[in-house]
């Protein structure tokens, strides 16, 4: 595997269910990062990861909780959630946010449904 | 007011065109200015960035910074099907975190 990877692809849950996300990054960074990604809306920052430590939560409701046991995997576990969490989930990672411009690389996403 | 303006489109141009995205912004702390495509079913990818005002070409992209009007273009000569993608315009400001703020991009359809 290369770059980012997020699994699952696609999630259809109901409102009670619990679910996790996944995203694995090989790239050998030092920061990861969530993002959501809705139709007609700008690109949602949720959390950023810097050496396995949040340093920002963009005031997320706290049925999304993230997770980031090692400085390569990063998790979003979900529950309760509402139809307009509805969205494309996307992982992220960068070298270092300290450095101008920050390039972040992308996983695929996970498209979610929230019945 | 949104920190970063864009029109979401779609644009759609023939093969051949000349392609104009475009940005407007209202921190003007921005600093440093980015582009990033994403293709149908992947992440964004980086394709330019700039620091500051001025321009810089790569190819047949150009990206524009106007800092003064706080109004960033990317320019794309002689557009091809393959540059059917949504653009994302993003940007950030200088010193500490380098975390970016990201418009929401804009859908560009190049028919042959």
């Known amino acids: 595997e290369t770059g980012v990877t997020q699994t699952p692809r696609h999630l259809v849950m109901g409102m009670t269910n619990k679910k996790s996300l996944k995203c694995e990054q090989h790239?050998?960074?030092?920061?990861m990062y969530w993002y959501k990604q809705s139709a007609k809306k700008p690109l949602e920052l949720m959390f950023v990861?810097?050496?396995?430590?949040?340093?920002e939560n963009n005031s997320v409701p706290s049925r999304f909780s993230p997770e980031c046991p090692n400085s390569s995997h990063l998790f979003l576990h979900l529950h309760t959630l509402q139809p307009e969490d509805s969205a494309l989930y996307l992982c992220?990672?960068?070298?270092?946010?300290?450095?101008?411009?920050?390039?972040?690389?992308f996983g695929p996403g996970t498209r979610l449904t929230v019945l | 007011q949104k920190e970063v303006e864009q029109d979401p489109g779609p644009l759609s141009v023939p093969e051949g065109a000349i392609v104009s995205l475009n940005c407007t912004y209202s921190?003007?702390?921005?600093?440093?200015f980015m582009w990033y495509r994403q293709y149908s079913r992947k992440g964004p990818e980086l394709l330019m960035y700039?620091?500051?005002?001025g321009n810089k070409e790569d190819g047949r992209f150009t990206a524009q910074v106007d800092k003064s009007s706080k109004y960033i273009s990317l320019f794309i000569r002689d557009s091809q099907p393959s540059d059917s993608a949504t653009y994302l315009c993003?940007?950030?400001?200088?010193?500490?975190?380098?975390?970016?703020?990201f418009g929401r991009g804009t859908s560009l359809i190049v028919h042959p």
């Open positions: 992220a990672s960068s070298q270092d946010p300290a450095t101008p411009y920050n390039e972040q690389f």
């Open positions: 790239l050998g960074h030092n920061a």
């Open positions: 990861y810097s050496l396995e430590e949040r340093v």
């Open positions: 921190n003007s702390a921005f600093q440093y």
């Open positions: 700039t620091y500051s005002s």
């Open positions: 993003a940007m950030s400001v200088s010193g500490g975190s380098y975390i970016p703020t």
